[in-house]
């Protein structure tokens, strides 16, 4: 059984900083793509970031970019989001998910490629 368990969350001031850790069990880690989604109240859950299973390629949302850093740890079986100078617009439940395709070579935006997610760790930015 393939389980992703996200950490991290919580409440941060603004120009603050968070990292979110999603440690995934069940399956071999090294082989998958992986990625971070946000879902803020009364909006649609879009992808922050993503990371190909070489982690030699990533993908950043333009509202994240500079901000936010996706990093792998494959002995750990463990993504990361250091998230940096946070802000109000950030507040959402942060979930992480698993690529479907074994070692797809670029990051995909699209929610049904990815089968496996994380319970959501909420994050709150406060002004």
């Known amino acids: 059984q393939v389980q992703l368990v996200e950490s991290g969350g919580g409440l941060v001031q603004a120009g603050g900083s968070l990292r979110l850790s999603c440690v995934v069990s069940?399956?071999?880690?090294?082989?998958?793509?992986m990625a971070w989604f946000r879902q803020a109240p009364g909006k649609e859950r879009e992808i922050v970031a993503g990371?190909?299973?070489?982690?030699?390629?990533?993908y950043y949302a333009d509202s994240v970019k500079g901000r936010f850093t996706i990093s792998r740890d494959n002995a750990k079986n463990t993504v990361y989001l250091q998230m940096n100078s946070l802000k109000p617009e950030d507040t959402a439940v942060y979930y992480c998910?698993?690529?479907?395709?074994?070692?797809?070579?670029?990051?995909?935006?699209?929610?049904?490629?990815?089968?496996?997610w994380g319970q959501g760790t909420q994050v709150t930015v406060s002004s």
């Open positions: 990371l190909v299973w070489s982690g030699g390629r990533t």
């Open positions: 069940g399956r071999t880690f090294s082989n998958y793509a």
């Open positions: 998910a698993a690529d479907r395709a074994f070692r797809r070579v670029v990051v995909t935006a699209t929610q049904s490629d990815y089968d496996y």
